[in-house]
C-alpha cells in the first residue's frame, strides 16, 4: 500500500487567498484525522471522520476553516481566506476505526506558508 | 480530561549512550499509550504501543517503554543510541472510551558523534 498520500507537500500563499489541501487516506481505512503542527502548539487535532461522516470538529480553530470527505478515498481541508498565522504543517492519518487502540497513520504532510 | 506531558523538549546525547526521554498523563480512566517517532521532514510512525498485558513494550529497533500505573508514566528508553535515532518523538494517550488521540509536545532527540 502506498500510504496515506497529501498534496500538496509544500503550498505557498498570499494572506486573503483560499487554500486546499488534500488526502488520501490508506484504502480499507475507516477513520480519518486532520491535525496541525506548529513549534508554539504541537500537534493539534482540527477534526476527525467515521465512514466519511464528520465526528468532532472541536478543533478547528475558525469559521475559515472546513473539512470534508465525499468517499472514503479523499478528504479536503480548506482555509478561506488564509491568514499568516496559519502557516503551518497540516498532517492527515487514517486507522481502521476509531477504536481507541487503534494505530494511526500519517501522511508526509503538507508545510503550508502564508505571506 | 486527559493531557499528556512530555517534561524535555530537547535531549542532547551522544553516540551508543543510553537515554531516557519521559512521558507523564493524567487520566482518570484507562489509558492506551502510545510513542510515535517524526524524521526530518516525515509524518508520524508509530514506535511502540501499550494497550494491555505486560507493562514493558517493546520496538524493533530498541526501544522500549514501561507502563507505570501509580506514577501515571509511560517513559522510553533506549540502552544505546544511534545517531539515525536523531528525531522528534511524541507521546500519546487515548481513553479506551473515547477515539481521539491525545498528543505531547515532543522531545526532539539529537544524537552526535
Known amino acids: 500500500d502506498a500510504g496515506v498520500i497529501q498534496s500538496p507537500r509544500h503550498e505557498v500563499t498570499e494572506m486573503g487567498q483560499e487554500v486546499t489541501l488534500r488526502c488520501k487516506p490508506i484504502?480499507?481505512?475507516?477513520?480519518l484525522f486532520w491535525y496541525r503542527q506548529t513549534m508554539m502548539r504541537g500537534l493539534e487535532l482540527l477534526i476527525y471522520f467515521n465512514n466519511n461522516v464528520p465526528i468532532d470538529d472541536s478543533g478547528m480553530p475558525e469559521d475559515r476553516f472546513s473539512a470534508k470527505m465525499p468517499n472514503a478515498s479523499f478528504s479536503t481541508l480548506k482555509i478561506q481566506p488564509s491568514e499568516p498565522r496559519d502557516s503551518a504543517v497540516y498532517f492527515c492519518a487514517s486507522s481502521l476505526s476509531l477504536a481507541a487502540f487503534n494505530e494511526q497513520f500519517f501522511g508526509p504532510g503538507t508545510r503550508l506558508t502564508v505571506l | 480530561a486527559q493531557s499528556v506531558t512530555q517534561l524535555d523538549s530537547q535531549v542532547p546525547v551522544f553516540e551508543e549512550a543510553p537515554v531516557e526521554l519521559r512521558c507523564n498523563y493524567s487520566?482518570?480512566?484507562?489509558?492506551?499509550l502510545f510513542w510515535y517517532v517524526q524524521y526530518p521532514n516525515q509524518g508520524l510512525q508509530l514506535l511502540l504501543k501499550y494497550l494491555s498485558g505486560s507493562t514493558l513494550v517493546e520496538s524493533i529497533n530498541g526501544f522500549e517503554a514501561e507502563f507505570n500505573k501509580s506514577q501515571t508514566s509511560f517513559h522510553l528508553r533506549k540502552p544505546s543510541v544511534h545517531i539515525s535515532d536523531t528525531a522528534e518523538y511524541f507521546c500519546a494517550v487515548s481513553e479506551d472510551s473515547g477515539y481521539a488521540l491525545n498528543f505531547g509536545k515532543g522531545t526532539s532527540l539529537l544524537v552526535t558523534p
Open positions: 484504502s480499507g481505512h475507516n477513520s
Open positions: 487520566s482518570s480512566v484507562s489509558v492506551y
